[in-house]
T-cell receptor, first 113, second 119 residues
């Protein structure tokens, strides 16, 4: 069945360094790839997303890249800050363009001051 | 982005009782809402898709008589955990899609979640 693999499960970086989280998906029909940030005890917040018609998207310190051929996409956070510490989930749609989302297992990012 | 409100944020109940969780879209009408369950340090598992005016679509392995979903209006979906037991203790999160976002049909906006503890 459809699957989204996410790595690493935990990531620790020093403040100011960059962080990269990678995901792979199995459904070749997937065309929407969002990233969510979840802080402890809260619901996930959409931070950036990308569609299959582009290869990269940036929003200030956050960027996402997509390689459709290899079926993988990555989240890049530059100049990390302690407030970036959270669990990050990637997701991909399945079952067509109106389909639901399947989530990766999450990456716990810790940014040390 | 759109705002989804979920209530209550935390509930404790006795085993055998039922608990209702509400999910509201505040500034848009959501024809489709989703209910997820999340165990500690784990990912979000889709329980069911709630469609306004029709029956919910449950994922495999989710008991529809245990987790009752009602989506009676375009801004409100409810999840009722019936005859709750300690193993039902979890973090329940709803999300909604804004159908008017023609170029962003897949975007899901999440509520803040409800932590259910069954004693």
């Amino acid at each position: 069945g459809e699957n989204v693999e996410q790595h690493p499960s935990t990531l620790s970086v020093q403040e100011g360094d960059s962080a990269v989280i990678k995901c792979t998906y199995s459904d070749s029909a997937s065309n929407y790839f969002p990233w969510y940030k979840q802080e402890l005890g809260k619901g996930p917040q959409l931070i950036i997303d990308i569609r299959s018609n582009v290869g990269e998207k940036k929003d200030q310190r956050i960027a996402v890249t997509l390689n459709k051929t290899a079926k993988h996409f990555s989240l890049h956070i530059t100049e990390t800050q302690p407030e970036d510490s959270a669990v990050y989930f990637c997701a991909a749609n399945y079952g067509g363009s109106q389909g639901n989302l399947i989530f990766g297992k999450g990456t716990k990012l810790s940014v040390k001051p | 982005g759109a705002v989804v409100s979920q209530h209550p944020s935390w509930v404790i109940c006795k085993s055998g009782t039922s608990v209702k969780i509400e999910c509201r879209s505040l500034d848009f009408q959501a024809t489709t809402m989703f209910w997820y369950r999340q165990f500690p340090k784990q990912s979000l598992m889709l329980m069911a898709t709630s469609n306004e005016g029709s029956k919910a679509t449950y994922e495999q392995g989710v008991e529809k008589d245990k987790f009752l979903i009602n989506h009676a209006s375009l801004t409100l979906s409810t999840l009722t955990v019936t005859s709750a037991h300690p193993e039902d203790s979890s973090f329940y999160i709803c999300s909604a899609r804004d159908p008017t976002e023609l170029l962003a049909k897949n975007i899901q906006y999440f509520g803040a979640g409800t932590r259910l503890s069954v004693l």
